[in-house]
């Protein structure tokens, strides 16, 4: 039996396209919130790893990118 499944990104919103956001390519934790009060979600932090050029928000698909 598989309990986990990838249903979650099926219930996220129709976005067409995914905000990126670029940041120093000095920052290793960046925090998203979906950039909108009612709309977001709850403010997650991420934390890239090693020579990870870029994170994925989860929630809302924002990606934020190491320049
Ligand atoms: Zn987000």
Redesign the pocket.
């Known amino acids: 039996m598989v309990s986990k499944s990838l249903s979650v990104k099926n219930a996220k919103n129709p976005v067409q396209n995914p905000e990126i956001i670029k940041v120093p390519i000095t920052t290793d934790q960046v925090a998203?919130?979906?950039?909108h009060p009612v709309l977001?979600?709850p403010l997650?932090y991420y934390t890239f790893e090693g020579h990870q050029d870029f994170i994925e928000?989860g929630?809302?698909?924002?990606r934020f990118v190491r320049k």
């Open positions: 998203c919130d979906g950039g977001g979600h997650t928000c929630y809302c698909d924002r």
